[in-house]
């Protein structure tokens, strides 16, 4: 049995495969493939994108999706093994995703790090947990990456470009300011498969403490090895968009303040200039630019370049819908 955690377990032609379901759904968006088939979706944290995608995904296939809070509309959950479980807890993830896998035919999850600690967070426990004790496949709804993100991205960059790789396109993964630190989910996932699908990716980010958690930054470059891109980090702007092909942005918290974001504040705040704007875009090889939303539209992006014709994040947005109609065509069809 298969789940999709990490498109890093894939391997490039299963990828691909994905992607070319993902295009034949979006062509004609019913199908029968889930026909009599169920899907719990949990969720430990807000989403549109992620919500809807899912179940209308399911509905278009003939499916059902069944959505769970824990804490809220259902009992919240321990994932430690082994502990006395005398806090707030009512049960355990070995008794909740075997009983949701004697009812469902998929589960999927949405679980933010806790944003204390993390080498707890890196460990990825909610998602592995349910891996753990299903018996039927998990798909990550987004914990510290998110997988499904990824292919709707790729899937966008696939349509403007007209090719189903990136080699030779320079590809710029930008930090940007935000006024809270945010989960560095999307970076990592952004980073993984532009060098899978061999883009020459330049991390750029203020200072050192926000390069990427150093299994990331491995993945990258192994994949960037093995698929004839590149990876680079830069703190400098200006020569990091000189000829770009992609411009794709994110906020994230530094790591070595993760937990103390207090203490990382004053220094985020000095990067407000992070933010993609005209000036720019215009250093670039008339690049495209996206964003995985939500956005706060002249903090991350200005307007200019949101509505602008080189902004492709409504169509990686819509992607989410196809690309997630295929993961679970291809889980349930196993």
Request: with cysteine.
């Amino acid at each position: 049995m298969k789940h999709f955690l990490n498109t890093q377990d894939w391997a490039r032609p299963d990828l691909d495969a994905l992607l070319e379901q993902a295009a034949r759904f979006k062509r004609d968006k019913l199908g029968d493939q889930l026909r009599g088939k169920s899907i719990a979706l949990l969720f430990f944290n807000p989403s549109l994108r992620t919500r809807t995608s899912f179940e209308l995904g399911a509905f278009q296939l003939g499916g059902h999706a069944v959505v769970l809070a824990p804490g809220k509309d259902a009992w919240p959950i321990e994932f430690e093994s082994g502990v006395v479980m005398d806090g707030e807890a009512e049960e355990h993830i070995a008794e909740v995703a075997r009983v949701l896998s004697r009812y469902a035919d998929l589960i999927a999850v949405r679980a933010f790090p806790k944003f204390q600690d993390w080498s707890v967070d890196r460990q990825d426990r909610v998602l592995r947990g349910f891996a753990r004790h299903a018996t039927v496949p998990v798909i990550n709804m987004e914990t510290i990456t998110h997988p499904c993100q990824e292919l709707a991205h790729i899937q966008a960059l696939q349509e403007h470009f007209g090719s189903t790789d990136l080699r030779g396109r320079k590809y710029v993964l930008t930090w940007t300011y935000h006024p809270k630190a945010l989960n560095t989910a999307v970076a990592n996932s952004a980073l993984t498969i532009a060098t899978r699908y061999g883009a020459d990716v330049t991390l750029l980010c203020p200072t050192p403490d926000y390069v990427l958690d150093e299994r990331y930054m491995e993945f990258g470059a192994r994949n960037a090895a093995d698929n004839g891109g590149s990876l680079t980090v830069s703190h400098d702007i200006a020569s990091a968009y000189d000829g770009a092909d992609v411009v794709y942005a994110k906020s994230w918290g530094a790591l070595p303040y993760f937990g103390r974001w207090d203490e990382e504040k004053p220094i985020r705040d000095q990067f407000r200039h992070f933010i993609v704007d005209s000036g720019k875009m215009a250093r670039t090889r008339d690049a495209v630019f996206s964003h995985c939303l939500p956005l706060r539209r002249n903090i991350k992006a200005t307007d200019a370049v949101m509505d602008s014709a080189a902004c492709i994040a409504i169509d990686e947005a819509e992607n989410r819908l196809h690309v997630q109609k295929a993961i679970m065509a291809a889980l349930v069809g196993q």
